[in-house]
C-alpha cells in the first residue's frame, strides 16, 4: 500500500490553494508552529544540503537523538542491530527522509498504542510504519537498512509514499508523521559501521550524518 495508514476517509497531505493565496504566503513565513509543521513545508519540496558521502547514513527525520542501542531485529535484518532513536517534538518539520540510497525489499504497517514518543516501550507498543531497504552493491554491498516511522501521543496518522520495489535516493522524501513522534534508523551489527552523533544531540532530516558505513570487501562481509 502507498499510504501506510489513512483514517476515516482522510487523503494523503496535499498542497491546498489556499497555500497560493496571500494569507496562506504569510501562514509559511511564520516562525515554526504545532499547526505549519503538521503540514509539508516548502523548504521540503527541495532537496536538503546533504552532507558526507553516500555511505553515510543521514538523519530520516529533524529532531533530537533519544537513544543509540542495540536490539534484535528477526523480520529483516535478522540478528543483531544498532538502532538509533530520533525523537520530534511538535515544533520539528515532520516529513521523513531516506538515510541512504536502496530498493524496498520490506514494508510493513503495525498498529498499535499512542504512547508518548519518549516512553521506553514506544518502539514496540505503538503504531508503526517500516521500511527495509536494500543498499546497491556499489555503494554498500550486502547492506539492509531498517526505518521506522513511529506515533506518539499527538500523532495519530502516519504517511508512506512508497512501498515494496520502489528504490529511494539518499535524502528523499518519503513519509511524514502528523505531529510528536519518533524515527528510527536500525543497521546490522555485523556491518562495520561509525556511529557519528550521541544521545541529546539535535539533528536535520536528510542533511545530519548519524552513521559512517566503513568498506567491506566484497564477498567479506561478517
Not at 36 to 60: D, F, Q, T, V, W
Not at 62 to 84: K, M, N, Y
Not at 123 to 140: K, M, R
Not at 161 to 173: A, K, M, N, P
Request: charged share 25%; hydrophobic share 35%; with cysteine.
Amino acid at each position: 500500500l502507498r499510504i501506510a495508514k489513512e483514517r476515516q476517509g482522510e487523503q494523503p497531505t496535499k498542497r491546498s490553494d489556499r497555500d497560493a493565496t496571500p494569507a496562506g504566503n504569510a501562514f509559511w513565513q511564520q516562525p515554526n508552529t504545532p499547526a505549519k509543521n503538521h503540514r509539508r513545508p516548502k523548504k521540503s519540496r527541495n532537496a536538503p544540503a546533504r552532507k558526507g558521502h553516500e555511505r553515510c547514513l543521514i538523519a530520516p527525520a529533524d529532531g533530537v537523538v533519544a537513544d543509540i542501542t542495540e536490539v534484535d531485529e528477526p523480520e529483516f535484518l535478522h540478528g543483531r542491530a544498532l538502532r538509533i532513536g530520533i525523537f520530534l517534538s511538535v515544533f520539528d518539520v515532520h516529513v521523513n527522509r531516506s538515510p541512504i540510497a536502496g530498493e524496498i525489499a520490506y514494508a510493513k504497517y503495525t498498529p498499535g498504542k499512542f504512547l508518548d514518543a519518549r516512553h521506553p516501550d514506544v518502539s514496540h507498543e505503538n503504531e508503526a510504519n517500516t521500511i527495509g531497504l536494500i543498499a546497491p552493491d556499489n555503494i554498500a554491498s550486502g547492506l539492509k537498512v531498517l526505518v521506522r516511522q513511529l506515533s506518539g501521543l499527538i500523532a495519530r496518522r502516519i504517511i508512506c509514499t512508497h512501498g515494496v520495489g520502489d528504490r529511494l535516493t539518499r535524502g528523499e522524501l518519503y513519509g511524514m508523521i502528523k505531529f510528536g513522534s519518533r524515527t528510527e534508523v536500525w543497521v546490522p551489527l555485523t556491518y562495520p559501521h561509525t556511529v557519528k552523533v550521541k544521545i541529546g544531540q539535535r539533528v536535520k532530516c536528510g542533511e545530519t550524518v548519524i552513521i559512517e558505513l566503513n568498506h567491506v570487501t566484497a564477498g567479506k562481509l561478517p
